[in-house]
């Protein structure tokens, strides 16, 4: 029978005992040193059999070392086993998978090239930011979705009339995915961002349907919140009941969570891809399912 080890690095090392146990796999966690220069020195606390080995790993912020590490982790692998399996449930750099403006660097494709380079012979995300993302790889990439796992959640909460709610139109398609599994129907606000300053202006006008009913605004991540709160603010107006945030990644940056509950949020809803407060929903289940 093939051994299948699993090896957590910092960022994931409670997400990657869960999946460990799923996949009944042998787990290693690693150790990892700062030093005064800002370096990381990351050892894992023992050798991997030959076989399968799982590097579990998030590049949430410090996104640059978290990266670092999980590079590092998956060329000590590679030493023992050429079926090194990285699986990033977070991905960082995920939203720079195009130029935008003239001269911006498609960073997404430098990510790949080096997950590549260090020695993964797959990659497994969750969530990715775009489906665009994934063609940068030429090195298999899986991209699973948490929106069932999210919606189960939800549907224990008992809201009332709910109405599925998408904080801009280039989050319908995850909006209706999320209204279609929950039983219920969805809308899309529109916003406009500049691209320079990063401000988020709400365009939508005025919204009948929402009146009475339990909202739940559904985004892939939350990073500052900004179009959380903008769009929190806007239905508010217009009289809705309960207001919740489902979101795969909580990044929640620069004291974002209270600002969220400031802006009239009943509870903010996320998974563990981000360890903290908010992450309830486990997706070792998703990932063990994609290996």
Wanted: with cysteine; hydrophobic share 40%; aromatic share 4%.
């Amino acid at each position: 029978m093939l051994s299948v080890t699993v090896i957590g690095g910092k960022a994931s090392e409670d997400l990657a005992k869960k999946l460990s146990k799923r996949l009944k796999a042998d787990f290693i966690s690693s150790d990892l040193r700062i030093f005064p220069d800002g370096e990381s020195k990351i050892t894992i606390n023992a050798n991997p059999k030959k076989g399968k080995i799982i590097i579990v790993n998030s590049t949430y912020p410090p996104v640059d070392s978290n990266l670092m590490q999980t590079l590092s982790l998956i060329t000590k692998a590679r030493q023992f086993s050429s079926d090194v399996i990285s699986v990033i449930p977070y991905l960082g750099y995920a939203r720079q998978d195009r130029e935008f403006l003239p001269g911006e660097i498609v960073t997404l494709s430098v990510i790949a090239k080096l997950l590549k380079a260090s020695g993964a012979s797959k990659v497994i995300v969750v969530d990715i930011h775009s489906q665009m993302g994934l063609k940068h790889f030429d090195i298999p990439i899986k991209n699973v979705s948490a929106v069932q796992d999210l919606v189960n959640h939800f549907k224990k909460l008992k809201l009332k009339d709910p109405l599925v709610v998408s904080p801009d139109l280039g989050g319908a398609t995850r909006a209706e995915e999320f209204a279609k599994l929950y039983g219920t129907d969805f809308i899309a606000l529109k916003k406009q961002r500049d691209r320079k300053t990063g401000k988020v202006e709400i365009m939508t006008l005025n919204l009948d349907g929402v009146k009475g009913r339990d909202l739940v605004l559904v985004d892939d991540m939350i990073s500052t919140g900004g179009s959380i709160v903008k769009a929190t603010e806007f239905l508010r107006k217009q009289k809705c009941g309960k207001v919740y945030v489902a979101c795969t990644h909580a990044l929640l940056i620069d004291n974002a969570e209270n600002k969220i509950r400031k802006a009239g949020i009943s509870g903010i809803i996320s998974t563990n891809t981000i360890p903290g407060n908010t992450s309830v929903v486990d997706v070792s289940g998703i990932i063990a399912k994609a290996i």
